[in-house]
Structures are given as structure tokens and as C-alpha cells.
């Protein structure tokens, strides 16, 4: 059984942090979230083309609102 982890921030340092998660963290899944869905997207798509698995799920929030996260 691995882990589930959340990424907040799709830029350069979070689509990094969501690569590493899913190759060496014996993840499960990871949750790839910013403000930008289509941000989002773009990044986990590549993630997930680099490592040929569908691991890295995108999503939107904004981290502003606590009720969201």
C-alpha cells in the first residue's frame, strides 16, 4: 500500500516536488492542486507521460480559502 500526497502550487518547484512524489514515494497517487486548472493539467500530463502512469491527478484550489483546502 503506498501513500497519497497533495502538491499545492503547479509551477516549476511544485510539478518537480509531484515528480519526485510519484517516482521515489512509493505514492499511490498524487494530487497535483493550483489556482490554474489548466496549469494543473499541463503539469500532471507531463508527469505522468515522463513516468507512462496515470498518477498524478490535477485539481484546482485556492489556497486563500481555508474552507477549500
Not at 28 to 45: G, I, N, P, W, Y
Not at 53 to 60: C, L
Request: net charge negative.
Amino acid at each position: 500500500m503506498g501513500y497519497t500526497y497533495v502538491v499545492l502550487g503547479a509551477g516549476i518547484q511544485g510539478t518537480t516536488i509531484a515528480y519526485d512524489m510519484a517516482k521515489f514515494g512509493e505514492a499511490d497517487q498524487v494530487l497535483l492542486l493550483d489556482m490554474s486548472l489548466e496549469q494543473a493539467q499541463k503539469s500532471a500530463d507531463h508527469i505522468n507521460a515522463l513516468l507512462e502512469n496515470k498518477i498524478v491527478q490535477p485539481g484546482s484550489v485556492d489556497v486563500r480559502n481555508r474552507e477549500a483546502l
